[in-house]
């Protein structure tokens, strides 16, 4: 199997990337989290955290100027806060459904900072997602930002 050097290079930049945070990974705040987003693109999202400790999947039912999508975001957190309960995180993903009232899909990117309540089952996040249509009509948004509040479950 042949490869390029700048494939095996960073290959190996995220192999040592996520030995490198191995060490430092903690419990989750939570199982899983449903609940609203409101913004740009306004609707219903869900967060669970089962792959791994600090690495999540959000799925979002949401609506903006183009019309409705479904995303799917693969998410990883950070604790720059030596919180327990505060996180910035960052992921991408893939969305689809309806763009100008044409079939599409495309690729959505993720950053957000997000705070679990300790004594109450909810948490807040405040998130920029950018999305790249690619069918149906080639159409960058860079526009949506958003705030999302969920009722978790477990933990």
Do not use: C
Not at 58 to 70: K, S
Request: aromatic share 16%; charged share 20%; net charge positive.
């Amino acid at each position: 199997m042949k490869g390029t050097s700048a494939q095996y290079i960073l290959l190996l930049l995220t192999i040592l990337a996520f030995t490198s945070w191995q060490g430092k990974l903690k419990a989750q705040p939570y199982n899983h989290a449903a609940g609203i987003r409101a913004g740009y693109s306004s609707g219903i999202t869900y967060k669970g955290f089962r792959l791994h400790e600090m690495w999540a999947i959000e799925a979002d039912l949401l609506y903006n100027r183009h019309g409705f999508n479904l995303s799917a975001l693969y998410e990883h957190h950070l604790k720059p806060f030596h919180n327990k309960r505060t996180f910035i995180y960052l992921g991408g993903g893939i969305f689809g459904g309806d763009w100008e009232q044409e079939f599409s899909t495309g690729l959505a990117a993720v950053a957000g900072l997000e705070y679990t309540l300790r004594d109450l089952p909810l948490n807040f996040s405040l998130d920029w997602k950018p999305m790249l249509n690619i069918y149906a009509v080639f159409e960058p948004d860079f526009l949506d930002f958003g705030l999302s509040i969920r009722y978790r479950f477990g933990r």
